[in-house]
């Protein structure tokens, strides 16, 4: 639901202190909370994943008789109790037979340099009240190939703020070289907002690091040190529902009733959560340029029945504000994972109505979107009906094989046999394609639709291993968002 943002709508620091930290979250709680190996051990009992953990290291004794050959090449060190993302350092690579380890940022640690580390760790440098601490040495998630594209080498996570059992606001932070490697914004990292009915990124910003003062952001729109700068926007998180399903599941397993969930998404293991949070930091309304307030008034005092329920309500509450910004922000528009799509008859061909009187030239057909094949996809009955009837008949005349045992068979089948077979004007070339596990050759035609407002001229498949009779390629979607959480406009 989208809304015009005044001054009240904003949460400050003392009023969420107030009103949601300390009513909501009780002591045994934010114990959970500020204690990571604890919370590890609560949500591994509630089946949910965090990063493997190494090596704990209790003493300075025990520091002197690690086993650095023990070590992986990629590995997190991180304080027990930090705060803000303090004391995190992420190693992305090892020298070759040397104790010696890499940062994202291209510097480099000895053993010496790392033992330091840990002991300003054991003495409290990074916890909260400087009390003294343990070190955790855990695995490096393993990016998931779409955000890796835009964060530098290190792990992009999502945060997700609930409250009363219903997700309220996210966003994905991306590492940089300035925040090195670590997802902490006040180092640098890049913070993007989240639409929370759709798992869509809106508006982007960073800590400016010209800025005298302290949390002072400054909006961008593209990624910073990678080979090609990508736009933020418009980027469609994977697994969106199960990342708010997780989220919810960490809030009931810790006992917060106003929660931080931290989320990476690892390319072999899926979904793992970094850490929970009793005090979230309040940049995330910067990134979605909308207040938190407002949001947490409207899901307080909710009756939540069930994590499928909070889910729901999230979205339809506070979802939907990537529908009308996202084409100004990207230039691309959101079309549902089925739409109905206008499908044009042949110009010489007209249908009438049943006991009508009335010239049909076109259908309106549910299409599915798409991103997982490059062509779009057709049936034959719909090619029939709206024109095409002789050259999908002439193609059935034709003696090709049933099927071809590898892509390169029927690839040399059409270098040697396709100018034969693409003599009717109504076909533009052959392809290959997999149906029903076996390879085929199909004809390719070109009809023209029209979605949303838009009318263009494709080319599609005729195939009938599709369920329904119009799918549309990501060719024909690189202008648009699929919003997978809903169907028809």
């Not at 930290?21 to 609560?42: C, E, F, G, H, M």
């Not at 964060?151 to 996570?157: M, N």
């Not at 609930?162 to 640098?188: D, Q, V, W």
Request: hydrophobic fraction near 35%; proline fraction near 4%.
């Amino acid at each position: 639901m989208s809304r015009k943002n005044s001054f009240q709508d904003i949460l400050g620091l003392n009023r969420r202190n107030q009103e949601y930290v300390r009513p909501y979250n009780p002591p045994s709680a934010k114990r959970i909370a500020d204690n990571k190996i604890l919370t590890k051990r609560i949500l591994a009992k509630a089946g949910i994943n965090t990063p493997e953990v190494y090596k704990l290291i209790r003493s300075k004794k025990q520091l002197q008789f690690l086993d650095w050959d023990s070590l992986p090449k990629s590995f997190v060190i991180k304080p027990n109790k930090g705060t803000g993302g303090n004391g995190i350092i992420v190693f992305y690579g090892k020298k070759k037979d040397q104790n010696i380890w890499i940062r994202p940022s291209g510097q480099v640690m000895t053993q010496r340099d790392i033992s330091l580390h840990i002991e300003n760790i054991l003495e409290g440098r990074f916890s909260m009240g400087s009390k003294k601490d343990i070190a955790i040495i855990e695995e490096r998630v393993k990016t998931d190939p779409l955000l890796k594209q835009y964060s530098f080498k290190g792990v992009p996570d999502i945060r997700i703020i609930c409250f009363n059992n219903i997700p309220i606001m996210a966003m994905t932070r991306l590492p940089t070289k300035r925040s090195n490697g670590t997802a902490n914004l006040h180092s640098g990292a890049i913070c993007t907002g989240i639409d929370i009915g759709t798992g869509i990124t809106t508006y982007s910003m960073h800590m400016s690091p010209k800025s005298l003062m302290s949390d002072t952001y400054e909006m961008i729109d593209k990624t910073m040190d990678l080979k090609q700068n990508k736009s933020l926007s418009g980027i469609q998180i994977p697994d969106w529902d199960k990342l708010l399903e997780i989220a919810l599941k960490c809030q009931k397993a810790t006992g917060l009733g106003y929660i931080g969930v931290d989320i990476a998404i690892d390319r072999d293991k899926g979904p793992v959560v970094f850490e929970v949070n009793a005090r979230p930091g309040l940049g995330i309304q910067v990134a979605n340029q909308t207040g938190l307030r407002w949001r947490l008034e409207k899901a307080r005092g909710l009756d939540i029945k069930s994590i499928k329920h909070g889910m729901r309500l999230g979205k339809n509450l506070f979802g939907g504000e990537v529908e009308e910004s996202i084409e100004s922000i990207s230039g691309r528009k959101v079309v549902n994972i089925v739409e109905k799509v206008n499908v044009y008859h042949k110009p010489a061909v007209s249908m009438r109505k049943r006991k009508q009187k009335i010239k049909v030239d076109k259908e309106i057909v549910n299409a599915f979107m798409d991103t997982g094949i490059l062509t779009s996809r057709i049936s034959s009955s719909l090619s029939n009906r709206i024109g095409f009837r002789e050259a999908i008949k002439y193609f059935k005349t034709i003696d090709i094989p049933n099927n071809f045992d590898s892509f390169k068979d029927a690839q040399d089948y059409i270098d040697t046999k396709g100018q034969e077979i693409i003599k009717h004007d109504d076909i533009l070339r052959l392809a290959k394609i997999t149906e029903d596990g076996k390879i085929h050759i199909r004809p390719v035609i070109k009809i023209t639709i029209k979605i949303g407002k838009d009318v263009r001229d494709i080319e599609t498949v005729v195939t009938d291993d599709i369920i329904y009779p119009l799918v549309i390629g990501r060719s024909e979607l690189s202008g648009y968002l699929v919003d997978t959480t809903k169907t028809f406009k």
